[in-house]
């Protein structure tokens, strides 16, 4: 579980967003076996990658209650963890799978599933306070991958820092004032992949960058 100062302390229970809340009611009725709740990080506690996402998916991390665990999404994601050394496994399937994250772990800017996979300004606001506590409470050196633009904005908030200064791209490196690193990706979205917006050897570069930063 994650371990936050008290004002953003990680709420399993968390219903601070009427409209995400209502929502997971509702899926909660339709599927009972599924998680739907805000759904925690995985991974490392004192990892040297940080992985921000956008928010649960549907039959993914709602289901299962596990970041990128259980839908497409996921795919390309822990199949390039385990390329490169973060990840115990190729296959994500379910959150008592066994799998293991090294040196890693995986977030998201919004803890709870949207509808439509479409969180509000004031919900991915209201829960940055978790992503903030959270990046304060891991190592200095730091390297962090936001997927996607609403991922990249989320992190940069979360740390104070004016979103203008730091323009979004796919494979772009920014060096924060803190001395923490930020790099970019198109989210691993099935939209994404099967579009050819972001292609495999696209992410594996992203991550050849990131274990070269992670060497230094």
Known sequence: MMQFTVSG??????????????????????????FSRPVP?????????????????????NRTGRPFTGDYAGILLYQTLHRFG????????????????????????????????K??????????????????????????????????????KALGLKVGNYKFGHASRHELPDGRILYDSYHCSRYNTQTRRLTESMFHAVFESIQQEIRR
Request: one cysteine or more; charged letters at 20%; hydrophobic letters at 45%.
């Open 9 to 34: 302390t990680f709420d399993i229970d968390c219903r601070r967003c009427a409209r995400l809340a209502d929502y997971l009611d509702e899926v909660k009725t339709q599927h009972p076996a599924y």
């Open 41 to 61: 990080a995985f991974g490392d506690t004192a990892p040297k990658l940080l992985i921000v996402g956008l928010a649960p998916g549907m039959h993914g991390a």
């Open 86 to 117: 973060f990840a115990s496994a190729d296959l994500s399937v379910s959150a008592d799978d066994g799998l293991q994250l090294k040196d890693c772990r995986i977030t998201n800017a919004v803890k709870c599933l949207p509808p439509e996979n």
């Open 119 to 156: 969180p509000t300004g004031d919900e991915i606001r209201l829960c940055n306070q978790y992503l903030a506590a959270e990046i304060a409470n891991l190592p200095n050196d730091l390297v962090i991958l936001a997927l996607g633009n609403i991922a990249h904005q989320a992190v940069l």
